[in-house]
Each structure stands twice: as C-alpha cells, then as structure tokens.
C-alpha cells in the first residue's frame, strides 16, 4: 500500500528524495501519513485540496479491495 502512495506522489514532486510515507497498521485499519520538502507539499495538496482527495480516494478503493479502511494525512 505504501508502494501505491509513492508511485502516485513521487511523479507530482519536485524533490522526490525527501518524501517519507510512514505506515500504522492496527488491526483494519491503515494510516499513512505522508511528509515531504514544504515546498512539495503544495503540490501534493493541489488547488483547494483536490488532489489530496483524489490521492485519498485512490488509497481508500486500495483499502477497500483487501477489507481495510484507509487513512491518508499529509503534513505541511
């Protein structure tokens, strides 16, 4: 799952290397939280957030085919 998260920010970013996506598995539930350069971090968020959403609906049908619920966070 982590690996899905990072071929999807990795192409959107600038500095790719310093992208860090640590995973917290309790039981079905998965979070990801997600830290990057803050000058990526825009990037990832996208204008008015949209696509931070569609980064979270992509890792949230992820979640969905293997019965897990999914959290993305992105710090800035």
């Not at 996506?21 to 990526?40: F, K, Q, W």
């Amino acid at each position: 799952m982590e690996a899905l998260l990072r071929s999807v920010i990795e192409p959107l970013i600038l500095n790719p290397e310093e992208l860090e996506i640590r995973m917290d598995v309790r039981g079905h539930e998965v979070n990801l939280t997600v830290s990057a350069n803050p000058d990526d971090v825009g990037r990832i968020i996208g204008r008015g957030g949209r696509r931070a959403q569609s980064i979270r609906s992509i890792m949230k049908a992820k979640g969905a085919m293997e019965n897990k619920r999914v959290n993305v966070e992105i710090l800035s």
